[in-house]
């Protein structure tokens, strides 16, 4: 693949394993000479190509890689020796993926997502944990047409792997490049290479796919070995694309699954790119606790690094200043660190877009077709003040998957609740709401459902600590100073807390007394019609938002997290209901939550 740059740059990109033999080079006469090195990373886009969403059939303003291209197209102009990498979770999440996986032929077909990234010049990709959801056939036949390097760096296929994933997968994507000097000198070559880790629980999330075909090594073994022998092989620039993230508002480095931090420490590399987490870093604040965060200027323990957020909603930039010695080679003497967002202002590309266009069309067609059916409507609109069918559809599935995990991980018994809050409701009769019928269920209704990029999270809790979180989400009603009749419920809806933060656990039964004191509002909270003591204990299936931190629940900071789930809930929504026998959904609504203060019992 060759790329043309405005100052004449012949760029050629070698792909080798990582038993590549030593770079060698026709040394320059040169005796000093300065470039910026730009590397540009998209991490996370779960498969949004375009700035539509298909489950609302709207437009949105600050999502899609038809916008993230435009931030690239100028990114290049600006720095026009660069390079662009994908940082994992590209081909999973959306109706475009989903449309892919079910009906594109993509054994004979390029993918129309590879098809994107070819158009677009990706360098080099890297792998992430949703990339393995679909089994990894799928995944040999998803990147067999791409124009780039693939790099799995802590992955080790063993025999009864894809022969042809074997073929694709390397374990370090080293990319030559050739500096022109000014006046007449030969050009400087410059070796870059590009190490990719995954998070090792794909083992556990995607075992039924893995086991006995992969082994994955832990993100920091893996990367200490390849930077050390990418540096003996001649690499000028060591790049790291690291499907992870970094331990959230915590002072505690250590997390086998976001393992960022620590990959900070390996020495010998220059950029670090983060992705899983679905973060904007430089920009986020929630790593401050970690020494040698600088979330400002974008650099953990002193190495620029960059985290590009979800769906394509921004373009990590990182700009290595290079300088060549005779004597030194090439050297890093500044760096810069950037997030570059995509704005509601931000054209499309519209080349991209065209050729996009029959998939997108494809996906229209998906969303609209049946995948199974309820005998009861699905409605938000009353979840602020009684119990809801949609929430508890939602708390269901979460049960569902909530029981695999658990019985995968051989985790002690303990009774298992399930927490989940309306996203679409209502603070008054007038106000519209996520409300579907009784009937067919189609894609489309399932993503009105759940809207949200969340996973599975189940936490470990003691009953005193289950109360302290409902009585949050009791504030979400105002006083009442005395009981009222049901119909006037609504006006005792505090609307300063958002529908996202009220919780109810399926699994218990209780009462909340809006005629109390905040604090003091749960009532007669019982499991199995037994009283819960302050010291029972249960897990709770909930969202990866809520358990680590998300609304500031008490005792929900990441800690009290024994299982992660690594399927968008979206998707475990779709999966419960497939489960279901004939694909129906049948539950009756469960009254295990009533309001005192506005109707008493509903």
């Known amino acids: 693949m060759l790329r043309t740059f405005s100052y004449r740059l012949l760029a050629s990109i070698l792909v080798l394993n990582a038993s590549f033999s030593n770079v060698v080079h026709t040394m320059p006469t040169a005796n000093h000479h300065q470039i910026t090195l730009r590397i540009m990373t998209t991490s996370d886009v779960h498969g949004q190509m375009l700035n539509y969403d298909y489950y609302s059939s ?9 916008k993230t291209a435009t931030l690239i197209s100028q990114a290049r102009q600006e720095q ?3 390079l662009l990498i994908e940082n994992g ?3 999973q999440g959306s109706a475009f993926a989903d449309y892919a996986v079910a009906e594109f032929p993509v054994t004979k077909a390029t993918h129309p997502i590879i098809q994107a990234l070819n158009y677009l010049q990706y360098d080099v990709a890297n792998l992430g944990n949703h990339e393995f959801n679909f089994g990894l056939d799928y995944l040999a036949a998803t990147y067999r047409d791409s124009n780039f390097p693939v790099v799995a760096s802590n992955l080790e296929l063993l025999p009864s792997a894809p022969a042809a994933l074997r073929e694709k997968l390397v374990k370090i994507a080293w990319i030559q490049r050739s500096v022109p000097q000014p006046g007449e000198g030969p050009s400087i070559p410059l070796t ?8 090792p629980q794909i083992m556990q999330w995607d075992q039924h796919h893995l086991n006995e075909k992969v082994n994955v090594a832990a993100m920091l073994t893996a990367t200490e070995e390849r930077v050390q022998r990418a540096r003996a092989e001649g690499a000028d620039v060591v790049i790291l694309a690291a499907h992870t993230g970094m331990p959230k508002s915590t002072d505690n480095p250590d997390d086998s699954e976001q393992t960022g931090w620590l990959l900070a420490g390996v020495p010998g590399i220059d950029a670090l790119l983060l992705g899983h987490q679905h973060e904007v870093f430089p920009g986020t604040s929630v790593y401050n606790r970690l020494s040698g965060v600088d979330s400002e200027n974008g650099r953990v323990r002193g190495v620029p ?6 769906y394509g909603s921004h373009l990590g ?18 760096a810069r660190s950037e997030a570059r967002a995509v704005e509601p202002s931000t054209a499309i590309d519209s080349k991209l877009a065209e050729r996009l266009q029959s998939a997108h069309d494809a996906t229209l067609a998906f969303m609209q077709q049946p995948i199974g059916s309820t005998t009861q409507p699905l409605s938000y609109k009353t979840a602020r003040w009684q119990p809801s069918s949609a929430v508890q559809f939602v708390q269901r599935a979460q049960l569902w998957q909530a029981r695999q995990l658990i019985t995968a991980s051989a985790v002690e018994e303990l009774p298992l609740l399930s927490a989940a809050a309306p996203f679409d409701a209502a603070f008054s009769s007038s106000d ?4 579907i019928s009784a009937g067919p269920l189609t894609r489309g209704a399932i993503g009105d459902l759940y809207r949200y990029p969340n996973t599975l999270d189940i936490v470990k809790l003691n009953g005193a600590q289950i109360k302290d979180w409902l009585e949050q989400s009791a504030a979400a009603f105002v006083a009442a100073s005395e009981s009222s009749p049901l119909l006037d419920c609504w006006r005792y809806l505090n609307s300063e807390v958002a529908h996202y933060n009220f919780d109810t656990l399926l699994g218990l039964d209780y009462h909340i007394d809006i005629t109390a004191e905040p604090g003091q509002r749960i009532k007669d909270v019982r499991y199995a019609g037994k009283t819960v003591s302050n010291t029972d204990r249960f897990y709770v299936a909930t969202n990866n938002y809520r358990a680590n931190g998300g609304g500031d629940f008490p005792h929900l900071d990441g800690e009290a997290t024994i299982l992660r789930g690594a399927d968008m809930l979206s998707d475990v929504l779709l999966n419960y209901l497939g489960s279901l026998p004939q694909g129906v959904y049948s539950e009756e609504l469960q009254l295990h939550w009533q309001v005192i203060g506005c109707g008493g019992r509903i």
Do not use: R
């Open 58 to 66: 709207s437009e949105v303003a600050e999502q899609g890689l038809v």
């Open 80 to 82: 026009p020796f660069n």
């Open 89 to 91: 979770d590209l081909i």
């Open 192 to 199: 870059i290479a590009v190490i990719g880790v995954m998070p």
């Open 305 to 310: 690094a960059v985290q590009p957020g979800i």
């Open 317 to 334: 930039i990182v700009d290595l200043e290079l300088h060549y010695g005779q004597k030194t080679g090439w050297q890093v003497t500044t």
């Open 432 to 435: 519209s709401a996520t409300e």
